[in-house]
Each structure stands twice: as structure tokens, then as C-alpha cells.
């Protein structure tokens, strides 16, 4: 029977999600994680005349130093783990979030396989869109992104990861790939809020990690 998947509905913000094909590392190093921000930035601009792999490394950085002219999607949050990844997601235009991933995950697959020199898929099928529909829910998925690598034991202090949005939360800096504008504005725009909101959960958040890997060691 064949899967059924719900529409995606333009103006309104979805949890979005996907793993290695097999579970497998989709970043091996800084180097690939970097190529993957830089190539979900190019892909923000509904129109693009050539693809990122056929750009200069200069063409890349002038390109990625511009706001996108005419953006299929707004991201809001984002974090970048061993084996998957995570993006809060605006959809601006119709079938945008769709058109995004397609190009932008196809170009990292091609790149990612002609640099360790393998063939086939990468991601395990379909990329997931939850919807979100409130702010609470939204704000509880801020704080889930965030604190996931200290969650999951990848660093002992917040500030110590950079492959998610979290650092530009706290220093309140938006960029081309990232609009933190919604996010912040719980928090009034103040960067010790946002910090102490996540600071407050952190250890709890953890403990239920453990507890979760706990029980299914047990099965």
C-alpha cells in the first residue's frame, strides 16, 4: 500500500527531519557539516541560475553573504547531529519546503559520495514535516534542537556546540540561512532569557535521555 503524505501548508512552520540511509553518519567531520549549512543557505532562493557544486569557493562566500531575493522557505531553528538533522521550517510559497529539500539534500548526497567515494542513497527515504500548531509547541521545539548534542552527551556545556542555531539565539544575530526574529520574540529579544530557558531544563531534559536509553537497553 502506497504512503499517504499530508500536505504542506504554505504560511505555516513545520518540524522537519531525516537520518542517514541504515542510520549511517551523514557528517564525518566539520568539513561536511559545513557544506551542509552552506548548501541549505544557496538553496533558500527559489530561483538559482546554476547549481552550488558548479560555483567558485569565492562565488560561494559572495553568495552566501547576500539575504536570499526571493526565499521558498524561512528557517527558524536548526541542529545538525551524527546521523540526522533537524530544521523548524516556514513554508513562504507553495510545494517551497518540498523544492528545498530536493535540492539541497540531492546536491550534499552528490557531494558527500564523491568525497568518500561511495554510490547510493544517503538519507533514508522521505524527509518528515510535523506541523506546528502553536507557540508553545514551537518553543518546546526550539529548546528540543538546542539542547539535543548536550542531551545526547555530545558536549558537557551549551555554548560548546556550533553546528546548531543555538549560538546565534544567544548572541541574537540572524543570518541568511537562520531567522531568529520568531524565536527571540518569546523572550522579548533578550539573549539571557532565551539562555536561562534552556539552562533551566537542560539537566532534566538529560536525565530523561537516560532514562529512555535505560529501558530500551532492558528489552
Known amino acids: 500500500m502506497a504512503v499517504r503524505h499530508e500536505s504542506i501548508i504554505t504560511g505555516e512552520v513545520y518540524h522537519v527531519f531525516n537520518r542517514g540511509v541504515e542510520k549511517r553518519d551523514l557528517f564525518i567531520d566539520d568539513v561536511d557539516r559545513q557544506h551542509f549549512l552552506d548548501v541549505l543557505s544557496f538553496y533558500l532562493d527559489e530561483v538559482q541560475a546554476t547549481r552550488f557544486s558548479f560555483l567558485t569557493t569565492k562565488q560561494r562566500q559572495r553568495m ?12 527558524l531553528a536548526y541542529c545538525l547531529m551524527g546521523n540526522h538533522f ?7 510559497g507553495d510545494e517551497g519546503i518540498r523544492r528545498f529539500l530536493h535540492r539541497a539534500l540531492n546536491s550534499y548526497a552528490r557531494y558527500f559520495n564523491t568525497r568518500y567515494e561511495r554510490v547510493g542513497a544517503l538519507f533514508q527515504g522521505r524527509f ?10 514551537l518553543l518546546h521545539l526550539i529548546r528540543y534542537l538546542h539542547l539535543n548534542p548536550y542531551v545526547s552527551h555530545l558536549v558537557e556545556t551549551l555554548d560548546s556546540y556550533t553546528w546548531s542555531s543555538h549560538p546565534l539565539y544567544a548572541a541574537q544575530r540572524e543570518t541568511r540561512l537562520v531567522r531568529i526574529t520568531q524565536g527571540m520574540s518569546f523572550f522579548d529579544n533578550d539573549p539571557e532569557r532565551y539562555r536561562k530557558f534552556l539552562e533551566d531544563y537542560q539537566e532534566y531534559a538529560r536525565s530523561l535521555h537516560l532514562l529512555r ?7
Not at 518528515?128 to 509547541?137: E, F, L, P, Y
Open 64 to 75: 552566501l553573504q547576500k539575504m536570499p531575493t526571493h526565499p521558498r522557505v524561512e528557517i
Open 86 to 92: 533537524h530544521l523548524i521550517i516556514r513554508q513562504l
Open 128 to 137: 518528515r514535516a510535523v506541523r506546528v500548531t502553536s507557540d508553545a509547541q
Open 213 to 219: 536509553d535505560i529501558a530500551e537497553q532492558s528489552r
